[in-house]
């Protein structure tokens, strides 16, 4: 025996047996019948060095943080190998270390707990606070909703429900059943609103169409008035923009329909402007002369001199008649300049005669009164015979003497 092998916890026989020292007994383990003693004591402490890294294994694992409940588990059943192990080794000694583990585990499961509920506690938040914002949008006057932007919003809290559900920790059913249903409701509500609006908005759309199909027929039913067909058509487009939108799918053919219409009238008027424009080419030669003969008033002082000079040239101004639109108020501004100055001087001459000026505007008032009675007639006969040229002349030379009798307090 002297020659056989031998550890502090066990023994080995010629014939193979080995046997393990636990504590205060002697047991066999097993045997190694076809190795040799030393081969098999190695074989039994080969064994026992397995369990020791197990136990290892789950101290570093506890040290590690891992879940308590299953370290716990690998320790009962590691305990439960430990008994009556065919092993040889300090098995006392792994028995202290696995009861070292029970404690380690028992602070370790406290501690994940206590942080499981807090994960608990902040899902539950998170959760609410989806469902709030749910229903802060479901809260909304359904009036005054941008119902493309808070869509997007839904969609998006449910994107998160979604994703916490999935990533989050398992919420209590009780819990989890009731913030579905807070967000659910909202979300509903909020989806019935949205069908309403849009229902509501189809039915406003239908309308604005068939009101402006009908604008579009009585705007292309101008057509044969041409150029005169212009103001009425001024008056459908008031009418047009008064009735709102149509749809976006219809809105831009309506509208093309209705400006084709209108551009034939418009273009028919060109035309004639420029046809105008061309017979009143001369007239506008003329009146530049009469403001080359009119400006040099500019530098007169004499109030009477200017005013009789001034009454001729726009005797003479009226009888040329109209001139090219474009040109109208640039010669039209030109002259009344000069009036303005012919008035200075008689507003000069009134602060120091008040009768002789309130004798010059009775008479310049007056003049400017029969002029507009005459050219109120000429108005009338116009109209009565539909003359659109003639009835413009009038109306325009109308309005200046108006104009000027208002601004010499007449």
Known sequence: MSGLPVHPFGRVEEDGTVYVTDGEKERSVGQYP??????????????????????TLLEQRARAGANAADVAKSVRHLRSQLDDANAVGDLGALRTRLGALDTEVEQLSGQQKEAQQAA??????????IVVEAEKLAAQNPASIQWKRTSA??????????????????LPKNDANALWKRFRTARTHLDTERRKFFAELDAQHKVAREAKQRIIERAEALAPKGADGVPEYRNLLDEWKAVGRAGRK??????????????????AKAELDAKDNEEFQANLVQKQALLDEAE?????????????????????????????????RQIEDRLRKVE?????????????SDPEKQARQNGMASQL??????????????NASGNP??????????EARRTWLKAIGG
């Open 34 to 55: 076809d190795g040799t003693p030393e081969e098999a004591l190695a074989y039994f402490v080969r064994k026992f060095d397995d369990l020791a890294g197990q136990v």
């Open 120 to 129: 608990l506690t902040e899902a539950l938040a998170h959760r609410e606070s």
């Open 153 to 170: 919003q839904v969609e998006e809290l449910f994107a998160q429900w979604q994703q916490h559900q999935k990533d989050g920790p398992r």
């Open 250 to 267: 219809h809105d831009d053919a309506l509208w093309d329909k209705f400006k084709a219409a209108g551009d034939a009238l418009f273009q």
């Open 296 to 328: 040099p008033l500019l530098k007169v002082t004499d109030r009477q001199s200017a005013r009789e000079k001034l009454r001729s040239i726009q005797e003479r101004w009226d009888e040329i008649g109209k001139v090219p639109r474009d040109s109208f």
């Open 340 to 352: 303005q100055h012919v008035r200075q001087l008689d507003d000069e001459h009134w602060q120091k």
């Open 369 to 382: 009164e029969d002029a507009i009675a005459k050219l109120e007639e000429e108005l009338a006969a116009a």
């Open 389 to 398: 040229k003639k009835i413009k002349e009038a109306e325009e030379a109308l």
